[in-house]
């Protein structure tokens, strides 16, 4: 809903990347249960919505989880300052990678500003990361004393 919702003129190249984001955690935290199929069919959901070339988000985004699932021990180990430093490269390389198809489309934005969301969904990372922890952490607690 994030992904999509209207915002200002000046607030569009701001908006962080909430489905990459979300998809990350998971990756993180269950690899067994998001990987990189629910990546694909994410990515193609954002290709529909966006209006964007099909599969342009969907590689991005495989990518992405691709990367996350062979470090995810790492990275769940790892500080949430350095786990921002790698999101911030991979974010950063699929911004590229569809930057890349949007110029063979002639389609390229005309300002450095393209890159805003990478930046903004890094500064995020840490209370998205807490925030999605604590609903993990509640719904898993409501869960086991719930039989």
């Known amino acids: 809903m994030l992904a999509i919702m209207p915002l200002p003129d000046w607030a569009v190249e701001l908006r962080p990347e909430w489905v990459t984001l979300v998809l990350i955690y998971w990756a ?3 690899p ?5 199929t629910a990546a694909w069919f994410t ?5 529909v919505s966006y209006g964007t070339l099909m599969g342009q988000h969907a590689i991005g985004m495989v990518l992405v989880i691709y990367v996350i699932h062979m470090q995810h021990q790492r990275l769940h180990m790892a500080s949430l300052l350095q786990q921002a430093i790698v999101i911030f490269a ?3 390389v699929k911004q590229l990678l569809i930057l890349w198809v949007d110029g063979m489309l002639g389609r390229a934005p005309g300002s450095w500003l393209y890159f805003m969301p990478t930046i903004t ?3 995020l990372w840490p209370w998205i990361f807490l925030i999605l922890k604590e609903l993990q952490r509640k719904y898993t607690a409501n869960k086991l004393y719930q039989y």
């Open 28 to 30: 993180m935290t269950a």
């Open 32 to 36: 067994s249960k998001v990987g990189v």
């Open 90 to 92: 991979l974010l950063f």
């Open 43 to 47: 990515g193609l959901l954002l290709d």
């Open 121 to 123: 969904s890094t500064i």
